[in-house]
Nanobody, 121 residues
Framework: QVQLVESGGGWVRPGGSLRLSCAAS????????MGWYRQSPGKQHELVAQ???????NYANSVKGRFTISRDNAKTTVFLEMISLKAEDTAVYYC???????????????WGQGTQVTVSS
């Protein structure tokens, strides 16, 4: 089992910045990809950024150029730096992880509890 704990959400004005953190514990040696999903009311989960154990990174088109995913050297903490935030970025953001490097057609296996990000004036 893998435990994921997010922190860093909150309220910010449009154009502002936030940094989310995700601390992983448990059987993290079996994890090959970590990422951030988000979900806003009435919408499906959206995978906004992911990083593989080999360091490959992908972003959703909606956040390219504004969000940056990174991790610490121990590969136990993943960060999501968000700049130029927009109202449409408002959502619950979830840290997630999976044993497979490539995940298609399903959500990642392990999830954190989520942290709310609200962008409004």
């Amino acid at each position: 089992q893998v435990q994921l704990v997010e922190s860093g959400g909150g309220w910010v004005r449009p154009g502002g910045s936030l940094r989310l953190s995700c601390a992983a514990s448990g059987n993290i040696l079996g994890i090959n990809v970590m990422g951030w999903y988000r979900q806003s009311p009435g919408k499906q989960h959206e995978l906004v950024a992911q990083i593989t154990s080999g360091g490959s990174i992908n972003y959703a088109n909606s956040v390219k150029g504004r969000f940056t995913i990174s991790r610490d050297n121990a590969k136990t903490t993943v960060f999501l730096e968000m700049i130029s935030l927009k109202a449409e970025d408002t959502a619950v953001y979830y840290c997630a992880a999976d044993p497979n490097t490539v995940v298609v057609g399903r959500l990642f296996q392990f999830w954190g509890q989520g942290t709310q990000v609200t962008v409004s004036s």
